[in-house]
């Protein structure tokens, strides 16, 4: 199983970036979290296949994930950035008992 992360960089506050991660196949769950620097890997945001979302309270109103089923992608627009959302976002996929990980994609948010 491949999970191949993209779209981190470097962004001004008040921008936006949208990642992308593409799964080698169909998983249920699939979603992103971060680790910021200095600190423990945190969840960010999830979709189920069947269109159920969840978010982290701190990135509500501001980021949106969507997911590309046939492409088996998960997508993260990602807007009015903060310094704070300063991470490496990993894309996360789980089917049963099994999650994967994608390497991380370094977002950063700084003027």
């Known amino acids: 199983v491949q999970l191949q992360a993209s779209g981190g960089g470097l962004v001004q506050p008040g921008g936006s970036l949208r990642l992308s991660c593409e799964a080698s196949?169909?998983?249920?769950?699939m979603g992103w979290y971060r680790q910021g620097p200095g600190k423990q890997r945190e969840f960010v945001a999830s979709?189920?296949?069947?269109?159920?979302?969840q978010y982290v309270d701190s990135v509500k109103g501001r980021f949106t994930i969507s997911r590309d089923i046939p492409e088996n992608m998960v997508i993260l627009q990602m807007n009015s950035l903060t310094p704070e959302d300063t991470a490496v976002y990993y894309c996360?996929?789980?089917?049963?008992?099994?999650?994967?990980w994608g390497k991380g994609t370094l977002v950063t948010v700084s003027s």
């Open positions: 979709m189920f296949k069947d269109g159920q979302k």
């Open positions: 996360s996929a789980v089917e049963g008992v099994e999650t994967y």
């Open positions: 196949r169909s998983f249920w769950f």
